[in-house]
């Protein structure tokens, strides 16, 4: 079992920056695919980013990419997704994602294993 926990989220202006956190225990998430997802009010889940579990080939949402980062701190068993140039429909509640035996780059949100409570992030314009 994994437990997961989001911190690093709040309000900023637009064209700002936050960088969220993701910390697991119960387990090392060295053998888990990460993912981030998000989802704003009345809307469904979304896909944002996710990483392999040796931290390369990251794949994000067309509507992040060039200003979103995930990486990976195996070490210390967090995942970080960099937010820039922060615009106002990226307001939502921010979700971490471990996935054991799925392909890293999946989309799905049923398909991945475990997740934590969110965190909010909201932008102001």
């Known amino acids: 079992q994994v437990q997961l926990v989001e911190s690093g989220g709040g309000l900023v202006q637009a064209g700002g920056s936050l960088r969220l956190s993701c910390t697991a225990s119960?387990?090392?998430?060295?053998?888990?695919?990460m993912a981030w997802f998000r989802q704003a009010p009345g809307k469904g889940r979304e896909f944002v980013a996710s990483?392999?579990?040796?931290?390369?080939?990251?794949v994000y949402a067309d509507s992040v990419k060039g200003r979103f980062t995930i990486s990976r701190d195996n070490a210390k068993n967090t995942v970080y997704l960099q937010m820039n140039s922060l615009k106002a429909e990226d307001t939502a509640v921010y979700s971490c994602?471990?996935?054991?035996?799925?392909?890293?780059?999946?989309?799905?949100?049923?398909?991945?294993?475990?997740w934590g409570q969110g965190t909010q992030v909201t932008v102001s314009s």
């Open positions: 994602a471990a996935g054991r035996t799925i392909r890293a780059d999946t989309k799905n949100s049923d398909l991945w294993d475990y």
């Open positions: 119960g387990r090392t998430i060295s053998s888990y695919a």
């Open positions: 990483i392999n579990r040796i931290g390369g080939s990251p």
